[in-house]
């Protein structure tokens, strides 16, 4: 009986080997059937009714008998029955003793057939009883439910299925993994059998296939192969396999450790890009108009709740709304930009520290706006198709895809804002203003139009950061204020007016809060990176990359 | 000009000064007054939910002027100040917490409950000495002016000036922020210190010691008013001044630019500690949120709406605040967010020298007086 022969069998038939489970499922009887046998013949069809119907009555071991059975009926309903029973989930009602699952409704309990998935009714907590479990016949439902895992199409399930069964390796489940791995295309799920192999062959008396394993072991970086390992180590008495133990698990230590490192480095990186877009529009505001904007998170607010707005119109297609929601965010900011900039800030040029005040009354005013609007609860927004799961390295290293995409979309930002700073006419204006004011006047330039444009423009980057935000944290009211400081510290410690000098003060501090992380915990690591912004601040005032040249003094 | 002693200067030439000391000696006994001695039905009763909201304003009003000290005549804009208020509150809340004893909800005498709760063995060494009210007040000054004293030595000598060191003030409570939020730093992580009993014996219930602190509050608002007059109007305060108004200026002709910088902002923050521990035993606890970057810039919003450079201004400015504050967020709670920050535009835009500089402006209107040429400078 293998997966094979299994699969070949009508839905709702199945074979059951009376021999075989009379010997207790014995690991050498499913060994030895890799090749199907003539047990067929002494097969009794049973279907997925009749056996669940038993589960009703009788003794735990009688109930055991039952679980057995059920694992052999070949019925997409199995699994289900078999994973509700594991979380004592599973009820049957007294009066027509029929087998339901429960969902609990204000106080009385919705139950649902396990047959059909048809509403079987209303019930209180008394008229129904559990199927009651045991220690012995978890562990039972737990095997179970790997092994009929293996059998799944969706590659995640079948992962999930062979790690659970690699927990406990024994002939059985081998047998299990080797059946599978002859079918078996992806390659991650490959090696994590290979590895399985190789733990179990370790338990054979032939010392040179103990050896061979041993080796073989040394490549992979499943967590059960260094455990392994390290009970060979402690338990052996034989000097060579000890030896050869030894050495594969440095092997393996130094691998591990270098993929701590890599993910330390690639955590570090996509901290740095998430403060890199929420600095970078800062960066224009505050470094290249020396405009302090204090409402610079509520504008990254209004961006994230433009993708709110975006979604909930284009419920369906929720990965067009976040491309539809970045050029839209990017105006909705943007124009909020013009409008504090016309309004509020050209009357507060050349006082800096009044700027800082007015600003950030109108980020209390935009927090209010939005509350009153939208309510003061976070607001749900959706993740796309494309940014959830990850890439899977090796079994210990993965990158998600939200991280990998916000990168790079960082990335993009900052270059376009650069090419638009050197390559357009704007960013010339924007440029000459920032330098001299009076003279880029005299030169014919509307120095007060290219303010109010290049407040747009920071303010515009800053909603196109709320449309990533949106996808990495709560979409509520006080998005904006749990960024600020951050955003702040990047600009400051990357040195004002420099777009290059954001880039890496935002890339640096993301990998050095990561590094210490792991040693100091998280929130001390942030202590320690505002601390040491604090003290780089006294070293050089001015930060990583000052402004060199006249100016400078302003 | 020949100086005057400091009681002459201040009876003969700071009229707005006298009106605000009057105005606190008045308070400060006729209140206490209305709550003791009048009978609670009485209309002129005052009662001590009142009077106890009058002594919160009050410290804040003192933090105020602790922070126009630095603000308003060195131009130091401090965007942590709160920090040095919510420390001297912790020394206060650490003398008040070991003075509940065993009357803790685990009754354990040598221990704070929270530390029983974390399974601590025993005190750790920065709590020694707490239970001594004297030991708590040398605190309640020494730790904040300490922390001002590093930090600005560290500041002042690089010439981090202006924005930036707004900024790292910044910083700097909201890295003390998030480390007065860790259990492991031992002072109540998240819910801070409270569930106070008493004071040097007396019940912080009983309404003779809320009238009391109360008192004691105007007493040292006062105390803090003619103190900062006193050095402002010294000869140090005027080098302060210049500092504020020309700072490379004043460096090129002599002066030690970075040690009276220094000097102000560390005597502001010993003002604002006394300030927080005057705070502490009225509302009852201190907690983390005191260290919010938020707090420090409401704080700011207050001196500049009263009116930089007046000391009283700053004061009137926290009362306003405030008061509008507890009654627009109890009556109109939606409101009180678009009040405060078109509270913030108003001030900065139209009205620069605050409610205090209106009014001069106002009266200069009103007699038909130009207005002079040459104004106190701010910036």
Known sequence: ?????????QILLSLIFIAMLSAGYSAAALADSIEPKTETSVAIVISFEVATASLTAGSYSDREQVIKKLY?????????????????KLYYIKKTKQLVFIKKIDGSYKTTSILNNEDAGLFEKNKLKKVKVNNKLRRLLRGYIAQLGLKSTDDAVRKAAVKQLLKNINAETIAVLQVLDKKETNSSIKELVAAGVSIWNLSSNDKATQLASIKALSKSLVPEVKLKLQEIIEDTEDATIKKAAISSLKKIDSKISIFGFLENLVFGLSLGSVLLLIAVGLAITFGVMGVINMAHGELMMLGAYTTFVVQQMLPNHITASIFISIPLAFLVAGAFGVAIERFVIRYLYGRPLETLLATFGISLILQQLVRSVFGPTNQAVQTPAFMSGSLEINSIFAITYNRLYIFIFAIVVLLLLMLILKKTRLGLQVRAVSQNRTMAKAMGVKSEWVDAMTFGLGSGIAGVAGVALSQLTNVGPNLGQAYIIDSFMVVVFGGVGNLLGTFVGAMSLGVFNKFLEPWSGAVLAKILVL??????????????FPKKGRGVED | MARQPFIVDFLKNDKGGKIFVSILLVTMFVV????????????FHVPTYTVTLLGKYLSYAMLAIALDLVWGYCGILSLGHAAFFALGGYAMGMYLMRQIGDRGVYGNTELPDFMVFLNWTEL???????????????????????????????????????????IITQALTYALLLAFFMNELGFGGNNGLTDFKDILGYDLQADTTRVSLFFLSALFLILTYFLCRFIITSKLGRVVV??????????????????????????????AGVAGALFVPQVGIINPGEFSPLNSIELVVWVAIGGRATLYGAALGAVIVNYSKSYLTAAFPEVWLFALGGLFLLVTIFMPKGVIGLWNQMRLKLQGKKQPIAENKIE
């Open chain 2, 32 to 43: 206490p007054a209305l709550n003791l001695l009048v009978p609670a039905d009485s209309f």
């Open chain 2, 242 to 271: 210049a500092i504020r108004d020309a700072e490379d200026r004043t460096r090129f002709i002599g002066y030690k630019v970075e040690s009276f910088k220094l000097w102000i902002f560390v005597l502001s923050a010993m003002i």
């Open chain 2, 124 to 166: 750790p060494w920065y709590w020694q000495g707490f239970d001594m009210f004297w030991f708590a007040m040398i605190m309640v000054i020494l730790v904040p002016g300490l922390l001002a004293l590093v930090f600005g030595w560290l500041a002042f000598r690089a010439r981090v000036t202006g924005v930036y060191l707004s």
């Open chain 1, 72 to 88: 052999t009926v070949d019925d997409e309903r199995v699994l289900p029955v078999l994973q509700q029973m594991l979380k004592s």
């Open chain 1, 1 to 9: 009986m293998t997966l094979s022969s299994r699969k070949n069998i």
């Open chain 1, 531 to 544: 601390v040491f912004i604090i003290l780089f601040i006294q070293k050089r005032p001015r930060g990583l």
